[in-house]
T-cell receptor, first 113, second 109 residues
């Protein structure tokens, strides 16, 4: 069966510090991978998605970046965090075909102080 | 890509009542999906309805799709306190899933 792992669960970082959130998927190959951000009490904002290794599409210009060094690994990074980067970050995967559901990790609560 | 928009933003009902949430979108879709999110957790897929389907059932869930009106509804029958969560619709028009802002459902015991 397929599983998705996302860590850490919570993170408190000072303004200006770097960020690295990791997401890995098991039990499937060549998944579509996604990073979403959810502000408190708000909807999901799509940040990045990837349809293959090294292929990253950005939906929102910001100081975040994403990388996919391996087929089932998706990393969200920042060189210098801003206060506005605080939020709940969710990684998700889906199969490459249309008409399929997405599977979400448990999320990372990031607080930038 | 496009964003579904859920309505109402918040809904509070008594246990045992039915809860109805609506989703509207703007362009043609391949399918529409509904997800649930418990507070502080990831989203969980509830049901997918294809563009050529009009209604779909799963347990206490009933989803309808009206492509002419570009809208969908999610009905939860005989609600329980455990149904308290946020519910999101998501559309996929050959681009990544894009979610609306959700409906926050509170079921009061």
């Amino acid at each position: 069966s397929q599983t998705i792992h996302q860590w850490p669960a919570t993170l408190v970082q000072p303004v200006g510090s770097p960020l690295s959130l990791e997401c890995t998927v098991e039990g499937t190959s060549n998944p579509n991978l996604y990073w979403y951000r959810q502000a408190a009490g708000r909807g999901l904002q799509l940040l990045f998605y990837s349809v293959g290794i090294g292929q990253i599409s950005s939906e929102v210009p910001q100081n975040l970046s994403a990388s996919r060094p391996q087929d089932r690994q998706f990393i969200l990074s920042s060189k210098k965090l801003l206060l506005s980067d605080s939020g709940f970050y969710l990684c998700a995967w889906s199969t490459i075909s249309v008409n399929t559901e997405a599977f979400f990790g448990q999320g990372t609560r990031l607080t930038v102080v | 890509s496009q964003q579904g928009e859920e309505d109402p933003q918040a809904l509070s009902i008594q246990e045992g009542e039915n809860a109805t949430m609506n989703c509207s979108y703007k362009t043609s879709i391949n399918n529409l999906q509904w997800y649930r999110q418990n507070s502080g957790r990831g989203l969980v897929h509830l049901i997918l309805i294809r563009s050529n389907e009009r209604e779909k059932h799963s347990g206490r869930l009933r989803v309808t799709l009206d492509t002419s009106k570009k809208s969908s509804s999610l009905l939860i029958t005989a609600s329980r306190a455990a149904d308290t969560a946020s519910y999101f619709c998501a559309t996929d028009d050959d681009t990544p899933l894009v979610f609306g802002k959700g409906t926050r459902l509170s079921v009061i015991a």
